[in-house]
């Protein structure tokens, strides 16, 4: 069994694939907070006492918090199990294999910004900007994400469209986005810096 799940988001969203590749069983809720407290017993939910030899989770970007909380319980399963971990690209998640431009709001008034290809693949850097910023480079018509309205505001032409990540997709990604290493991609530098030695 693969297991897949994603918290970079309001989303709390896990997958559960046979050795085929098809999705057996899966769930998708929008919590907003509270990803610690919902994560392990929708797991549980899935498995239904089984385990799985391969776990797939979102290392964002997207909130701090939460791609903690996934990486944290992907980790301790994956040693708990012996299983193979490997991250995805949570905006990539949300593609899910269509072309389009993926904005998710971050932090400052900033947001999240990629664009990606028919078959998944990434057509731009990963970019953290203003949205008048992102409106100068993006290309994409539909943009997709819980930053896509304000993105299409701020460039004032393109469909926007709110769209939250599903584990149920994450066996669409190209490899390059589902192997990734399992620690965090957070596309911007830290607000706190270290102290300058004396």
């Given amino acids: 069994m693969?297991?897949?799940?994603?918290?970079?988001?309001?989303?709390?969203?896990?997958?559960?694939f046979d050795g085929s590749g098809k999705c057996v069983d899966r769930r998708d809720e929008l919590i907003g907070r509270g990803h610690s407290e919902?994560?392990?017993?929708?797991?549980?939910?899935?498995?239904?006492?089984?385990?799985?030899?391969?776990?797939?989770?979102?290392?964002?970007?997207?909130?701090?918090?939460?791609?903690?909380?996934g990486l944290a319980a992907a980790h301790g399963l994956a040693i708990?199990?012996?299983?193979?971990?490997?991250?995805?690209?949570?905006?990539?998640?949300i593609a899910a294999g269509r072309q389009?431009?993926?904005?998710?709001?971050?932090?400052?008034?900033?947001?999240?910004?990629?664009?990606?290809?028919?078959?998944?693949?990434?057509?731009s850097e990963l970019r953290n900007l203003l949205p008048a910023s992102a409106a100068a480079l993006t290309k994409a018509p539909l943009v997709v994400g819980s930053g896509a309205g304000q993105l299409v505001d701020a460039r004032g032409w393109g469909e926007a469209l709110e769209g939250w990540p599903s584990a149920a997709d994450a066996?669409?990604?190209p490899e390059e986005l589902l192997r990734l290493p399992p620690k965090p991609v957070y596309a911007r530098a830290p607000d706190a810096r270290a102290k300058a030695a004396a």
């Fill in 38 to 69: 919902r994560l392990v017993p929708m797991i549980a939910e899935l498995l239904d006492g089984r385990t799985a030899e391969r776990i797939i989770v979102g290392v964002g970007p997207g909130s701090f918090t939460g791609i903690r909380v």
């Fill in 171 to 173: 066996l669409k990604l």
């Fill in 100 to 123: 389009l431009a993926v904005a998710v709001i971050g932090g400052h008034g900033e947001l999240f910004v990629q664009e990606f290809g028919g078959s998944g693949e990434a057509v």
């Fill in 80 to 93: 708990g199990w012996g299983s193979d971990l490997s991250g995805m690209s949570s905006l990539g998640l």
């Fill in 2 to 16: 693969i297991l897949a799940f994603d918290t970079s988001t309001a989303a709390c969203t896990a997958a559960l």
